[in-house]
């Protein structure tokens, strides 16, 4: 299954259970209106997002769907499982830690091509 059909068939699959999509762009929407993250986690977030899943010409990326307003909402949901929103931000402490201790600098400041070398140590 090519990346474009999975994004398009959980976007399909969101709507139909019900699940709102969020457009950040919107007003109202996005890093200013964050129900969990603050903003330096969200870009945090984001900029692993974007590592993991960049947009290209083919296929849509993490930012053009959304995901960091999608994740930072289902974390908000009183129903979401405590233990695993406690692992999500706490890795975002490990991240920011690492590239602290390593660069002096906070993950999202990451040199370009050093991502890769955080996200692998945290693994």
């Known amino acids: 299954m090519k990346r474009r059909d999975f994004l398009k068939g959980t976007s399909a699959a969101a709507l139909t259970a019900g699940v709102p999509l969020v457009n950040a762009d919107s007003p109202g929407a996005g890093a200013r209106k964050a129900k969990t993250f603050d903003p330096d986690q969200w870009a945090l977030i984001d900029t692993v997002q974007d590592h993991l899943l960049p947009s290209e010409p083919e296929a849509p990326g993490a ?61």
């Open 63 to 123: 930012r053009d769907v959304k995901v960091v307003a999608y994740l930072d909402l289902a974390l908000a949901d009183p129903g979401f499982d405590p233990d695993v929103k406690g692992f999500i931000l706490q890795g975002i402490g490990w991240l920011d830690e690492i590239a602290e201790e390593q660069e002096g600098r906070p993950f999202r400041l990451t040199e370009p091509g050093r991502p890769e070398d955080r996200l692998r140590r945290i693994a």
